[in-house]
């Protein structure tokens, strides 16, 4: 058991390593803003936000999701306007754009048309990953931003995907099983409200009329129906923390913990455990610390998706409009 177990893990860790995009490179813009140090400026607006909204790093990491699984990492989504991604249903909730919009003024002051509002996305991201208690880790930059942003692009999982369906989403953008489970990680930080479960899990599984999804632990069906989403319309805003409340603002592994005892809050993340296929990438990362190593690894690879270099695209002035 021990000899496959290790084998296991030596399989996950090959299938993160990073493609890779040729003209990406640590260290791009060193000299290239004066005496200034581009990823330092942005680490400390980071730090400065986190110290007084530490879900930042919720918004941000769903930020880096929506951004580069919808025709790459290319700040696509910061387009302000009407039939642009932004506009789109899954996107209408995402936060975090007033950030990155204050990244790019500092930068823009400091060095006028350098810094793309693309790799300053997945700097934040990974800047507050770290504050948030996890793993550093470097990133290579050199993306540039692209020039459409069309709603009609936006296509999504849905939060009731049952773990083949997650795969084969993840899949399509180059990513492995293992970067998938790995990714759904993130909703350590998440959080959702009580409409987007109050159907599909609590009072109508499967169409029938107060049904519970059986998948989910009954005692915490029985708090979230008594207490947090009760069955009428005033709850539907009531917010829903996917991991322990305690751990809700940490970037840790007990979200994995909870799918092992039945409480995963998204049919998505139950699902995952559910699967015989990804149900032991679950259990490795709940019964052990690689995720703390593994999961920026996997944000590395999402933030290197269809990414435009060199000549490609454009560097904005603006990270809302188009130059």
């Not at 350098?114 to 208690?133: E, K, M, N, Y």
């Not at 599984?205 to 005692?219: F, H, N, Q, S, V």
């Not at 610390?289 to 603006?318: C, M, W, Y």
């Amino acid at each position: 058991m021990a000899m496959a177990a290790a084998l296991m893990v030596v399989v996950a860790v090959l299938g993160l390593a990073t493609g890779g995009q040729a003209q990406l490179q640590y260290g791009f813009y060193r000299g290239k803003c004066g005496a200034d140090d581009v990823e330092a400026v942005v680490q400390g607006v980071v730090r400065a936000r986190f110290a007084r909204e530490a879900p930042i790093v919720a918004y941000l990491l769903r930020m880096q999701f929506h951004e580069c699984a919808v025709n790459g990492c290319d700040g696509g989504l910061l387009i302000d306007g009407p039939g642009t991604e932004k506009t789109a249903a899954p996107n209408l909730s995402v936060k975090g754009y007033d950030l990155i919009a204050d990244i790019k003024a500092e930068l823009e002051r400091r060095c006028p048309g350098v810094v793309s509002c693309s790799d300053i996305q997945i700097l934040a991201t990974r800047d507050a990953v770290a504050l948030a208690g996890g793993q550093a880790y470097p990133v290579r930059t050199g993306r540039r931003d692209g020039r459409q942003s069309r709603a009609s692009d936006v296509v999504l999982p849905a939060p009731e995907n049952t773990a083949a369906q997650s795969v084969a989403f993840f899949g399509k953008l180059g990513l492995s099983p293992f970067d998938t489970v790995l990714l759904l990680g993130a909703h350590t930080v998440g959080a959702t409200h009580c409409g987007l479960i109050k159907n599909s899990r609590l009072y109508k599984y499967g169409g029938l009329a107060g049904a519970t999804d059986p998948a989910l632990d009954p005692y915490y069906a029985f708090v979230y129906k008594a207490w947090v989403c009760p069955d009428t319309p005033a709850s539907d805003n009531n917010v829903v923390f996917l991991d322990d409340q305690w751990s809700a603002l940490q970037v840790d592994n007990n979200y994995f913990k909870l799918l092992q005892r039945r409480r995963g809050v998204l049919a998505a993340d139950q699902n995952l455990y559910a699967d015989g296929s990804t149900r032991w990438i679950v259990d490795l990362l709940a019964n052990s610390d690689l995720f703390h190593s593994l999961f920026p690894q996997a944000l590395i690879k999402l933030g290197e998706v269809n990414v435009l270099t060199g000549a490609q695209g454009e560097i904005r002035r603006v990270c809302s409009k188009f130059n």
